[in-house]
């Protein structure tokens, strides 16, 4: 393109749209008793798509894993309820989070 002296090369960009993720079915596991070990928690996702495992419901940080299952290091010997929340990734796409807990009985 030449205009008053001033010349340009167009380029063609292609843009991808990239659906999101569906959330992932999780559940659960039942609660342990302080100083048993810590369930692997699981999550079931749509085909090749990555799971990250996040401690924040809005998913800030880096996830502290991936894959299912996965099982989160919590000391097993403090009673409490500790919520993770798994998300499927799909090139770069996050779905919305589920939570999954671990509760830990005295």
């Given at each position: 393109v030449t205009a008053a002296s001033c010349s340009a090369t167009s380029a063609?960009?292609?843009v991808q749209q990239v659906a999101q993720p569906?959330?992932?079915?999780?559940?659960s596991p039942a609660a342990i008793c302080a100083g048993e070990a810590i369930p692997a928690l699981t999550a079931t996702?749509?085909?090749?798509n990555i799971i990250q495992?996040?401690?924040t419901p809005d998913?800030?940080?880096?996830?502290v894993g991936t894959g299912s299952p996965f099982t989160?290091?919590?000391n097993n010997q403090a009673a409490g309820t500790f919520t993770f929340y798994?998300?499927?990734?799909?090139?770069g796409c996050l779905s919305?989070?589920?939570?999954v807990t671990v509760t830990i009985n005295t």
């Open positions: 063609v960009i292609t569906t959330a992932l079915v999780a559940q996702g749509t085909g090749t495992w996040y401690t998913l800030t940080g880096t996830p989160p290091a919590i798994a998300v499927q990734s799909n090139n919305p989070a589920t939570p």
